[in-house]
DNA sequence: ACGTATTTGTACGTATGTATC
DNA sequence: AGATACATACGTACAAATACG
C-alpha cells in the first residue's frame, strides 16, 4: 500500500494511488472519491497528508472538492472555437479573478489569445482552438 | 495587516497581499520572497498558514520555490511555434511526470497540440503558437 | 422543519529530516 | 560544522456546509 520508508512521500504515494484509479476507469467520471477519514484509516496516514494528496489530484485537473466531497472531473463538451492567420496563442494558470468569472475549477489553464492587438481569455477545459485556413 | 475575523481565510489574505507585491513590482522577478518564519512573525500567523500561502502563489505560477526559498518566477523566452491548417489545440495542467519530462515548474500547464492524429505536448511557459497560413 | 451526523475547511502546534548557505 | 530554510508528517480543535433521518 503505502510505504513510509520509501522515500517517496505518503501524500504524493496517495496521490498516485488515486491517480491511477482515475485513469484506468475504477474510478469513473463523476464518481465520488472516498472520504478523508476514510483514505485516513485505510492506509493509516494523517488526514493532512489525505487532504495534500487530494489537492495535488485537483490542481491536476482531476478532481473537484465541495464541501460533500470530491468527485471525479466529468469531462466538459469542448467548443472548439476556430482561429486564422497571425493569431499569437499563449497558456497559463487564470488569477483567481478570472477563475470566477470563467467559472472554472481549481486546476483548469486557460487560453490566451491575441489577434491584432486584441486579447481574449478562454476556459481551457470547455474550448478547443481550431486552426481553420482562412479565418480571421 | 491581516484580519484572521474578516471572514476571508489568513492564507489566502497573505497570498493576496504578495500577490499584489508581485504584480506591482515591488518584488521584482527573480527576486526572493522573505523566508517562512519571516511571513510567520511579521503576520503572526502559523508557518502552516504561510505555506499554504506560498503554495497558492506557486500553483499560480507566479513563483518557484526551492530548498533555497522563494523567487518571483521570471520570464522565459517564449519560442514562436508555428502551427498550421486543421491542428487541434487544447491546454491542461501536466501531470507529475510529464512536469519532470518537460522541466517545467508547479503552476506551468501545457499545450495539447493534435495534428493528423500526431500528438504533442508542449510546454506552456516557454512556447507561444502562431497560425501561419500555408503551414503544416 | 429540525436537529444530528457527516464531511470538508481553517488554523494552530510539534517534531524531525534534509538541502543549502 | 553550524545555522538557516524548506519538506514531510503527525496531532488537535473548532467552524461551516451538506446530507440524512
Same mark, same amino acid.
Given at each position: 500500500?503505502?510505504?513510509?520508508?520509501?522515500?517517496?512521500?505518503?501524500?504524493?504515494?496517495?496521490?498516485?494511488?488515486?491517480?491511477?484509479?482515475?485513469?484506468?476507469?475504477?474510478?469513473?467520471?463523476?464518481?465520488? !472519491? /472516498?472520504? =478523508?477519514?476514510?483514505?485516513?484509516?485505510?492506509?493509516?496516514? &494523517? $488526514?493532512?497528508?489525505?487532504? +495534500? *494528496?487530494? %489537492?495535488? !489530484? /485537483?490542481? =491536476?485537473?482531476?478532481?473537484?472538492?465541495?464541501?460533500?466531497? &470530491? $468527485?471525479?472531473?466529468?469531462? +466538459? *463538451?469542448? %467548443?472548439?472555437?476556430?482561429?486564422?492567420?497571425?493569431?499569437?496563442?499563449?497558456?497559463?494558470?487564470?488569477?483567481?479573478?478570472?477563475? +470566477?468569472?470563467?467559472?472554472?475549477?481549481?486546476?483548469?489553464?486557460?487560453?490566451?489569445?491575441?489577434?491584432?492587438?486584441?486579447?481574449?481569455?478562454?476556459?481551457?477545459?470547455?474550448?478547443?482552438?481550431?486552426?481553420?485556413?482562412?479565418?480571421?
Amino acid at each position: 500500500m503505502i510505504d513510509s520508508e520509501s522515500g517517496v512521500p505518503v501524500y504524493r504515494q496517495l496521490a498516485d494511488i488515486v491517480r491511477r484509479q482515475i485513469e484506468c476507469g475504477e474510478l469513473a467520471p463523476g464518481q465520488r !472519491l /472516498r472520504t =478523508e477519514p476514510e483514505y485516513e484509516f485505510e492506509y493509516g496516514i &494523517s $488526514r493532512a497528508s489525505v487532504r +495534500r *494528496a487530494i %489537492a495535488i !489530484l /485537483r490542481q =491536476e485537473g482531476l478532481i473537484t472538492t465541495s464541501r460533500s466531497g &470530491s $468527485r471525479v472531473r466529468t469531462v +466538459r *463538451a469542448m %467548443a472548439e472555437v476556430p482561429i486564422g492567420d497571425e493569431t499569437r496563442v499563449t497558456t497559463r494558470m487564470p488569477t483567481e479573478m478570472e477563475r +470566477r468569472q470563467l467559472g472554472v475549477p481549481e486546476g483548469v489553464p486557460v487560453f490566451v489569445v491575441e489577434q491584432d492587438g486584441d486579447q481574449q481569455i478562454l476556459a481551457g477545459d470547455r474550448t478547443a482552438l481550431i486552426v481553420k485556413a482562412g479565418r480571421d
